[in-house]
């Protein structure tokens, strides 16, 4: 099979993708989830007019001058509309959030009256309606304020409270069942053997894949037979996973046998080998309703592949409407050869210039076995196929890695 561009390599990733099923959870458990209908409030808010301050409500015709005596018939309690209303002359104490009586429509804070008994003194002439937050400043009953097919704020929690919804329609969360490949793989805190390498690349795939808002089903290491690796996809399709992702045995070598097995399962394979650096011998298919993802075992460039490819079709399958990385300009820190035929994503260094800009350095070594590099990597640089030799100060491409 050719290389294939990135983009048409996403495209097909994102091919048929839309929301899961639609499901209802409480409030309290929603930040972050992707809402499946728009949302209309199913109140008022505030329903009355409410003081913004504490004070006295009055009739703003007798304040528009000062000083002036009112006669306080009474005290506004909070929770409860006051019984009374008042006339000419007339003011009624209030605090901040209480109903504006009947007949007022000024409040004037306390700060500007001097109380004798029964008796207050406007100190300060005060104009018509001030500090008075009228009915439905916030919002009004049937107003959209929350639109489906975009994450849930911590803010918009808040606003869907207040607009009265205990619970939330939202799109139910990816299930990724994600599988390594390789006998030479041993656990972290273990001893390897000569020739054993320590697990590491599945760490920063689930941790990626949570904080899109994934259910992560780890299915640990399988050795590198066809039975093992059938025996995990079967798992997986069990579990009901959304999607699969394997990591190693994807490129040309004898023990390369996740290609292999899954053909053998049924799995349609969209693509396998992308015009990309790193991350070529990556993966694509269909098998039944769950997706297929195979990444290369190389942790830099398993990481690459999850965060340009998994990342966005979680956000699909989550029912979001934007899912693609921003890509964000920079300025270069270092030179930068020709490239070739593979698009680049170089790992580099980002510090936030004095003049506000971004400068974005490549890490020393851009090899896909580097966890250290990646580490220290804040962006990903991108070079397009055949991009020219670039000097140090050009403006390049970014994205930037979370964190
Ligand atoms: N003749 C060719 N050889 C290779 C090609 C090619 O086109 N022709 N492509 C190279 C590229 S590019 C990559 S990337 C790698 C991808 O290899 P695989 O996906 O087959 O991965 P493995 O061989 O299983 O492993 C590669 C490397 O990564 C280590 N590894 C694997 N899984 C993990 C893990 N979970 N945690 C940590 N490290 C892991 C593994 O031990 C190997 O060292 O192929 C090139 N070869
Ligand atoms: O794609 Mo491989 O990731 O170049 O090392």
Not at 162 to 177: E, K, T, W
């Amino acid at each position: 099979m050719a290389l294939m561009p990135v983009a048409d390599a996403l495209a097909a990733v994102l091919d048929g993708a839309a929301g899961l099923a639609e499901e209802m959870i409480a409030l309290d458990q929603a930040h972050g989830r992707v809402l499946a209908r728009d949302l209309a409030a199913l109140r008022t808010q505030p329903p009355q007019p409410m003081s913004a301050m504490d004070g006295y409500a009055v009739r703003g015709a007798d304040v528009a001058t000062a000083p002036a005596q009112l006669i306080v018939i009474g005290e506004i309690a909070a929770g409860r509309p006051a019984e009374q209303s008042i006339g000419p002359g007339q003011a009624l104490r209030i605090f901040t959030g209480g109903v504006i009586p009947d007949g007022a429509d000024t409040v004037v804070i306390q700060e500007d009256t001097l109380r004798d008994g029964d008796r207050v003194t406007i100190t300060e002439a005060t104009r018509p309606g001030r500090h008075i937050r009228p009915a439905g400043i916030d919002f009004n009953a049937g107003d959209v304020l929350l639109r489906a097919r975009a994450r849930l704020s911590d803010r918009d929690l808040s606003l869907a409270a207040g607009m009265n919804h205990p619970s939330l329609p939202v799109h139910r969360r990816p299930r990724v069942a994600m599988l390594a490949t390789g006998d030479e793989l041993v656990m972290p805190g273990s001893t390897p053997a000569p020739g054993q390498i320590v697990y590491s690349n599945g760490y920063a795939l689930r941790a990626l894949a949570r904080a899109e808002g994934a259910e992560v089903i780890d299915l640990g290491i399988a050795a590198d037979t066809v039975d093992a690796t059938t025996a995990a996809i079967r798992r997986a399709r069990e579990l009901g996973a959304d999607l699969l992702v394997t990591t190693g045995g994807a490129s040309a070598g004898d023990h390369d046998l996740v290609k292999q097995s899954l053909e053998a399962e049924g799995t349609e394979i969209a693509f396998w080998k992308i015009a990309m650096r790193p991350g070529k011998p990556m993966m694509h298919g269909r098998l039944g309703p769950m997706r297929v993802m195979g990444l290369p075992g190389n942790p830099v460039s398993s990481y690459v592949c999850a965060f340009l490819f998994m990342v966005p079709l979680i956000r699909a399958l989550s029912g979001m409407r934007e899912v693609m990385h921003r890509r964000e300009p920079a300025l270069l820190g270092a030179d930068l050869p020709a490239n070739d035929q593979r698009e680049d994503y170089l790992r580099a260094d980002l510090r936030l210039r004095d003049d506000g800009r971004w400068a974005a350095t490549p890490v020393d070594s851009q090899d896909s076995s580097l966890l250290a590099r990646l580490s220290a990597a804040q962006a990903l640089i991108v070079r397009p196929p055949f991009a020219p030799a670039m000097t140090a100060g050009a403006t390049c491409l970014i994205l930037k890695l979370p964190l």
